[in-house]
């Protein structure tokens, strides 16, 4: 069975990726997780300085996800080469860097230094932060924006290129086509949706910043129809993100067209769930006579009659 | 650290609020120290997050927790029968014996409510040449959990068990008759009366250790949602989940 997954020149061992903010940097959970059987690791949001975070209460559970406001707290992108990488090196899997950033001259400053550091593969640029110079609107509804970094980190770096999208924009579609015009070689979607949780006895916000990030198994219907939407728009692989629990969920992604998967919010629960879906999707492929986790991508079927029973199956 | 299926043993109805669950647990009763806390899945799909509890007690491989049904975990844990598994990960946080060395004489051991939760497995492994006084208080005595405590001294806000008012009442009559020397303070509760303990301990130069709560998901260090604020040195935030949960009441700013 083939599981593996070439980006350039850089093969993952499966298909199945842990999300950034939600693995650490892979050093706490060695207990519990067998970290080489992962196709990699997206390190949690790195930035040039140290960043503590939003104030608590940072999460609240909603109806089957979760809300949280972290504020992509690190421990700086100095402290992450000297402190974290030379233990991430020793593991048998890919590390892509998930850079986050306040402008677009930290977003080129972060990704030149961790270039140069052999044991980091690749990287996730999370365009969902606030951009400062404006007024704190995020750059990843900014299309000219997106536009921008994506041409400027690719002009710094030979490694896989991969930008994370954000779902809150009317039209994913439109950011995807132009990471892709400025030689981006994947796209992460999506990122967390919008969303408020409220405290009625209190009525306050449940969480210090009023709004924050939806996560977890309520938004897997949205991501999947911004895979869908995106994998229609460009031809780079998409990295399919949102609500992912079971090899069933991430068997939806690949099938609506993604290449690969992250898991997320589940890893909270079970942090060993990404080596569980890998399990999964490959036994799976098995019983189905494919011999390779790839014949699943992009084979959703949408000629078909679908059948109200089918609907609920 | 690990995660596992663990069978029930039996509940045990401490208080007509309380309740107790004990579960079959080779690796933590092996593992667990006193303060320590495991995070528990209560159900396959909801709620989605774990639910951490302090470990209230370990007998041979039997490991106890107590709550009283105020949530949604809570009520799922509450409707569970014994032989049904839940999935436990832990041990998860820092632990009581890490700050019991030789710089004071006497620990008193204060729960509040459901805080009373660490201190029965504190107590049984506590050395057995220190002196300890345990405290206990609630606001009325369904709140009031005793078992595996030694001689508790108890308060109610309504009286309605033991002295009448707060357990730092209790704890500031009980010293000015018989003075104790270098005390420590070992608090568990709510934060309002975590608070007034840890500032009482200031004022007549005690040290003071809480056992914080708060929301998290992991339990590990993954999702970084329980931070508490430092009150100097060069972290803004440490993590109750993994940096404690028991702290130091002067290095951080209680919420």
């Known amino acids: 069975m083939i599981e593996s997954f070439k980006l350039r020149d850089v093969e993952f061992k499966n298909r199945v990726l842990v999300a950034s903010g939600t693995f650490g940097y892979g050093d706490e959970v060695p207990d519990l997780v067998d970290i080489s059987r992962l196709g990699g690791i997206m390190t949690k949001s790195l930035s040039m300085k140290p960043r503590d975070g939003n104030p608590n209460p940072r999460i609240t559970e909603t109806s089957s996800g979760m809300l949280n406001s972290i504020g992509l707290a690190n421990i700086g992108v100095h402290k992450f080469i000297n402190e974290k990488l030379p233990a991430l090196r020793a593991f048998d899997t890919r590390i892509i860097a998930n850079i986050a950033a306040s402008s677009v001259e930290e977003y080129c400053a972060v990704l030149e230094l961790l270039d140069a550091e052999s044991g980091v593969h690749g990287f996730e640029i999370n365009v969902s932060c606030p951009n400062v110079k404006e007024g704190g609107l995020s750059f990843g509804t900014d299309p000219a924006l997106v536009s921008r970094i994506t041409r400027e980190l690719r002009r710094r770096t030979a490694k896989p290129l991969i930008i994370k999208l954000t779902p809150n924009v009317t039209h994913i579609s439109e950011f995807a086509r132009a990471c ?3 030689g981006a070689d994947a796209l992460s979607v999506i990122n967390t949706v919008i969303g408020m949780a409220v405290n009625i006895h209190k009525r306050t916000p449940k969480i ?6 939806l996560s977890g198994p309520a938004v897997k219907p949205i991501a999947l129809a911004k895979v869908y939407e995106t994998v229609n728009a460009v031809k780079i692989p998409v990295i399919g993100i949102g609500g992912i629990v ?7 992604f690949l099938i609506v067209g993604a290449s690969m998967v992250q898991i997320g919010t589940a890893n909270f629960i079970n942090p060993s769930t990404g080596v569980t879906v890998a399990e999964g999707l490959k036994d799976f492929c098995a019983k189905n006579g494919l011999s390779d986790v790839g014949a699943l991508v992009r084979t959703l079927q949408t000629n078909k009659t679908i059948s109200v029973v089918d609907s609920w199956l | 650290m690990k995660q596992e299926l663990v069978p029930i043993h039996s509940f045990q109805q401490l208080t ?3 309740l107790e669950l004990t579960f079959i647990s080779d690796h933590l009763a092996a593992t667990a120290q006193p303060g320590q806390f495991i ?8 709620p989605l997050l774990r639910r951490p509890f302090s470990i209230f007690n370990i007998e041979g491989n039997k490991v106890s927790i107590i709550f009283n049904v105020i949530g949604t975990g809570t009520k799922v844990l509450a409707r569970k029968r ?4 839940i999935d436990v990960l832990g041990p998860c946080g820092n632990h009581f014996l890490s700050f019991v060395d030789d710089s004071f004489d006497t620990a008193l051991f204060i729960g509040g409510g459901i805080g ?16 300890v006084l345990t405290y206990v208080g609630g606001r009325q005595k369904d709140l009031i959990v005793q078992k595996g405590l030694r001689d508790p001294r108890i308060a109610t806000d309504d009286g309605s068990l033991g002295f009448s008012g707060t357990v730092l009442d209790l704890i500031k009559r009980d010293l000015a008759a018989s003075p104790v020397s270098r005390p420590r303070f070992f608090v568990c509760g709510p934060t309002r009366m975590m608070k007034a303990v840890a500032e009482y ?11 914080l709560e708060c929301d998290m998901a992991c339990g590990i260090g993954l999702c970084q949602g329980c931070n508490i604020e430092m009150a100097a040195g060069d972290k803004k935030y440490r993590l109750v989940c993994k940096d404690g949960t028991i702290f130091e009441t002067q290095s951080v700013k209680l919420p």
């Open chain 2, 201 to 211: 301990a200031k004022e007549i130069g005690a040290s003071c250790y809480a056992s």
């Open chain 2, 39 to 46: 995070n528990i899945r209560v159900d396959n799909s909801f």
């Open chain 2, 82 to 85: 014994t032989g049904d598994t």
């Open chain 1, 246 to 252: 079971t090899w069933e969920d991430a068997a939806e």
């Open chain 1, 208 to 213: 210090a910043t009023t709004t924050g990030g």
């Open chain 1, 180 to 182: 892709e015009a400025e």
């Open chain 2, 16 to 18: 007509p609020e309380i």
């Open chain 2, 116 to 131: 009373v939760a660490p201190f029965p497995f504190l107590t049984s492994r506590y050395p057995a040449g220190k002196k």
